[in-house]
């Protein structure tokens, strides 16, 4: 079976660091991904990691261990614009589909 | 290009009612998804296409459900008849995957808008 666990909802503060955790167990896995979607729209794509180690791009960054089924989205500098609720997906194997975790609702506040 | 296109946004039917939404994908992805979301259950994987070729409808939930891919630019997705308990938001999307270079095998997936779907 597939379960992937991620924190319901964090704050911050505008300017600051905030990191969301995202735990998985899967039966395979071949890529983890971050999606971040805001109310009413469309889940759009983040970061995705297959090798151990930290993705950066931009005030985003992602990091994964493999033997410790574990991840994180690191968000710097933090904008308003970034309340949202981010989506932590495993790809179980091969090189379609992706499980969803329920997501993390992050509000930014002044 | 214009992205992943569905329709209708916002669909409000009576229970019993057939339910028909409707998926464009970003010209050629080869691979279309089907997902629904709910804030019980999160995002949930309904069925996929390869090719325009049901590859796993292992998450559709009844014989309710159907999904059809006819050709590579337009998919459908059926609910007859529709329940209360059916009321959700339906995405749909799309995926080109690319072997090779930096982000191989990563099939980033691109969703649509998504259709709200209301069963009273």
């Known amino acids: 079976g597939q379960n992937i666990d991620q924190p319901t909802e964090m704050t911050a503060t505008e300017g600051a660091i905030v990191q969301i955790n995202c735990t998985y167990q899967t039966s395979g896995f071949n890529g983890l991904f971050w999606y971040q979607q805001h109310a009413g729209e469309a889940p759009t794509f983040l970061s995705y990691?297959?090798?151990?180690g930290l993705e950066e791009k931009g005030r985003f960054s992602s990091f994964l261990s493999r033997s410790k089924g574990y991840s994180y989205l690191l968000l710097k500098e933090l904008q308003m614009k970034d309340s949202a609720s981010y989506l932590c997906?495993?790809?179980?194997?091969?090189?379609?589909?992706?499980?969803f975790g329920k997501g993390t609702m992050l509000l930014v506040s002044p | 290009d214009a992205g992943v296109i569905q329709s209708p946004r916002h669909e409000v039917t009576e229970m019993g009612q057939e339910v028909t939404l409707r998926c464009k994908p970003i010209?050629?992805?080869?691979?279309l998804f089907w997902y629904r979301q709910t804030m019980m259950r999160g995002l949930e994987l309904l069925i996929y296409?390869?090719?325009?070729?049901?590859?796993?409808d292992s998450g559709m939930p009844e014989d309710r459900f159907s999904a059809k891919m006819p050709n590579a630019s337009f998919s459908t997705l059926k609910i007859q008849p529709s329940e209360p308990r059916d009321s959700a938001v339906y995405f749909c999307?799309?995926?080109?995957?690319?072997?090779?270079?930096?982000?191989?095998?990563?099939?980033?997936?691109?969703f649509g808008a998504g259709s709200r779907l209301t069963v009273l």
């Open positions: 997906a495993v790809r179980p194997s091969g090189y379609s589909t992706l499980t």
């Open positions: 999307a799309s995926s080109l995957l690319v072997l090779g270079g930096s982000r191989s095998g990563a099939n980033v997936l691109t």
């Open positions: 296409f390869n090719n325009n070729v049901p590859i796993d």
């Open positions: 990691n297959v090798l151990d």
């Open positions: 010209s050629g992805h080869d691979y």
